[in-house]
């Protein structure tokens, strides 16, 4: 497995991939450690999880350094990544005990109640975008239950992959309860139908998740899908328009475009049309891409070439269906994965730009007649991940937020984030399942109905 930079297409590091052997004795050790492990306190796995904040605040630039180099990320933004992995730590270490504990429920019986047991070992398939975050997310609710996990990431993160094992053990975690394993799509299929594992969570694609959830379903284990999304921006009649178009711009551009929660369709009415995309063109004419390690960067390189080259091609087939481009839309002569701020419009069904994810700084503006017809664009998606309304008639736009969009996620007036706090997920082509909250923590537990009569 190579780790290659996509700022200069140089091989920075390779890895040899685990033996099949390895795997087998890698999850049949995970699966003895968790029988230790799901007997611990909750204090004793909370001071491992109050560790790994720690560690993750004081290494963040380190961390910051590496996903640089491996994914592209700008410095500034991998140290916040960082600091975000040591909050959701301290978040479940302060919350777990509280949201795992017993449900006493009232009915015949003498006494009856839920209590939350751990499933066993979770694999842990992962993307490249966000490489700390994507794993503690899940990783700092599954450990806290009880459970033992297995990190498969992304082939093109693995050093942040290998960090992120020793940051783990460096805490406190046994050894075989968390291991990261370096290995191919065809590994995690056998991995998931090893009797060793319980469940599988996923973070990527819809191709991949449909992959992954196909093997799961077939052997009857639980998985968690954290897929893509389009997310639909709408820009309503009462919109302030300067603020709507600063936020749709930030949460396009965060993490270079390639964020499944990114706004990526911005749906504007005909009354703000034309200034709203004349603000947003200015806002992202303003953006520079270049070296991550450089200073005053807004964007890096995407991750790699071939997704730079997919993207492009979404964008070249969009214009072919009819699509204008008002901004970027050009590969840059440099080397590196790089791709300008790109602005699309007259942008409708059957374009890729329409129907499909476009992972990068790509930003597809659809004019809407009025309100409805800018909720019924915003559904016309396969996606059903994130959502956000602008409007100041607030009760309004969070009318139309909470009960006529169809997405796991909306926002009003701001743009769609994760918080520790608050469960994430998607529905319909985005997945299902959610992370984070108690909601996250409940997904790999066996919920058991406890009678006695
Ligand atoms: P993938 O979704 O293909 O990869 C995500 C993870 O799944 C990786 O660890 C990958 O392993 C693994 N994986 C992929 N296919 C399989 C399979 N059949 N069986 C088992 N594991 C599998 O992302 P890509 O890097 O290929 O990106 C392609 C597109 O996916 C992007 O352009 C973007 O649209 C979308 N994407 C969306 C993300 C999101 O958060 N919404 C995150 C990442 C990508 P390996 O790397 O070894 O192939």
Redesign the pocket.
């Known amino acids: 497995m190579k780790s290659v930079n996509p700022a200069t297409g140089d091989v920075i590091a390779t890895y040899e991939k685990t033996t099949d052997q390895e795997l087998q004795a890698i999850a049949e050790q995970a699966d003895k450690a968790q029988q230790k492990w799901r007997n611990r306190s909750f204090d004793a796995r909370a001071a491992c999880l109050r560790e790994m904040a720690r560690l993750l605040e004081s290494n963040k630039e380190k961390y910051a350094e590496l996903m640089a180099r491996e994914m592209g990320k700008p410095l500034a933004q991998g140290q916040s990544e960082s600091e975000k992995c040591a909050w959701v730590c301290e978040y479940y270490a302060d919350h777990a005990a509280d949201f795992l504990e017993d449900d006493i429920i009232v009915s015949d019986a003498e006494k009856s109640y839920v209590t939350y047991n751990p499933l066993g070992t979770v694999l842990a398939?992962?993307?490249?975008?966000f490489p700390f975050w994507?794993l503690f997310r899940f990783a700092a609710p599954a450990l806290m239950a009880g459970n033992a996990a297995i990190l498969?990431?992304?082939?093109?993160v693995t050093g942040c992959a290998l960090a992120i094992e020793e940051l783990m053990h460096e805490s406190g975690i046994p050894r075989e309860l968390f291991r990261t394993v370096v290995?191919?799509?065809e590994q995690?299929?056998d991995l998931i139908q090893n009797e060793h594992i319980a469940a599988v969570t996923?973070?990527?694609?819809t191709?991949?998740?449909k992959?992954?959830a196909s093997t799961a379903g077939g052997a009857l284990k639980k998985s968690v899908l954290?897929?893509?999304?389009s997310d639909p921006y709408l820009i309503l009649a009462n919109a302030d328009v300067e603020k709507a178009a600063e936020t749709c711009v930030t949460s396009r551009l965060i993490n270079s475009g390639?964020?499944?929660i990114a706004a990526k369709r911005f749906i504007v009415v005909e009354k703000h049309y034309k200034p709203f995309l004349e603000a947003v063109t200015e806002l992202m004419k303003g953006k520079h891409f270049g070296d991550p390690f450089e200073e005053g960067i807004d964007l890096g390189p995407m991750?790699?070439e071939d997704?730079r080259d997919?993207?492009h091609q979404q964008v070249q087939h969009s214009i072919e269906a009819g699509a204008q481009c008002v901004l970027g839309g050009n590969v840059p002569a440099r080397p590196g994965a790089f791709y300008p701020p790109t602005i699309l419009t007259e942008v409708g069904p059957g374009m890729p730009a329409y129907e499909e994810?476009l992972?990068g700084p790509v930003a597809a503006v659809i004019r809407a007649g009025d309100e409805q017809e800018a909720i019924r664009i915003a559904n016309d998606t396969s996606y059903g991940l994130g959502a956000a309304v602008f409007s100041k008639d607030v009760n309004r736009a969070e009318k139309i937020a909470a009960r006529e969009l169809e997405a796991g996620c909306c926002f009003v007036n701001a743009f769609v984030k994760s918080d520790p706090r608050l469960p994430f997920g998607g529905i319909k082509q985005s997945g299902f399942g959610r992370e984070l909250s108690h909601f996250g923590i409940k997904e790999f537990v066996n919920v058991k109905t406890v009678y006695r009569a």
């Not at 996923?202 to 694609?205: A, D, I, K, R, V």
């Open positions: 398939v992962m993307p490249w975008n994507q498969k990431h992304a082939s093109n290995a191919g799509r995690v299929q996923l973070t990527g694609s191709r991949a998740g992959a992954v954290e897929l893509g999304g390639q964020s499944c991750a790699r997704l997919e993207l994810e992972f």
